[in-house]
């Protein structure tokens, strides 16, 4: 991990803004402050650590509740006042127990489309640990993993139909329920979202890099 602090721009007060991003999901987790000291130690531990300006303090980010932030990549915007960081939470963010501090709703006129996969995930896992009576998801779970790969066929058999009739619509919904039917048998197999982003990684980016090193 590289970064040039001297091109940084802290304010008045030695401060930048640091967001924290989760960095499989790309959920929003926190907006926090560094100042030169928190940098460098964050930049050294691949943990963040902040500056508080109540406590006028340094703050290592779970260093009392375990819920660490393992830093993957740190940049900067145009300005060079503000910092995007991308980790790995290893517990909430906020103090409340909630996953990000940015879980109070002010506006919502639709959920956004990133947010969909792991709402769709957590459906799953919900319907499997409280099974819900007419409920497809509990109903695919009583009936088996043969039942779950039966469907997985057939998805994908209507996927090739879709492409074959040059149907894009048909095909968006076809991809759509095929996704589904494989995330339901994910969950039976112990298969996560992050494993499959895992093997992506190392075929598609990891190797094309050492392809070029």
Known sequence: MEINIEALSFDENGLIPAIVQNAETGKVLTL???????????????ETWFFSRKR????NKGKTSGNKQAVKQITYDCDADALLIQA???GPACH???????????????TPYFDIL???????????????????TTYLFREGIDKILKKVGEE???????????DQQEVTAEIADLTYH???LMNVLGVSVSNIKQE???????????NNG
């Not at 792991?118 to 497809?136: A, M």
């Open 118 to 136: 792991p709402q769709v995930v957590d459906k799953i896992v919900e319907r499997r640990d409280h099974p819900v009576d007419g409920s497809y």
């Open 96 to 110: 409340t127990g909630e996953e990000s501090c940015f879980h109070n709703t002010l506006v919502k006129e639709a």
């Open 32 to 46: 926090a402050y560094m100042n030169e000291e928190a940098l460098t130690k964050t930049i050294q531990t691949k």
């Open 182 to 184: 494989t995330l339901v």
């Open 56 to 59: 006028q303090a340094l703050w």
């Open 88 to 90: 790995d939470p290893l």
């Open 156 to 166: 994908s058999s209507e996927v090739i139909i879709g492409a074959k009739n040059n």
């Open 200 to 210: 992506l990684y190392k075929r598609h980016v990891q190797k094309e890099g050492q």
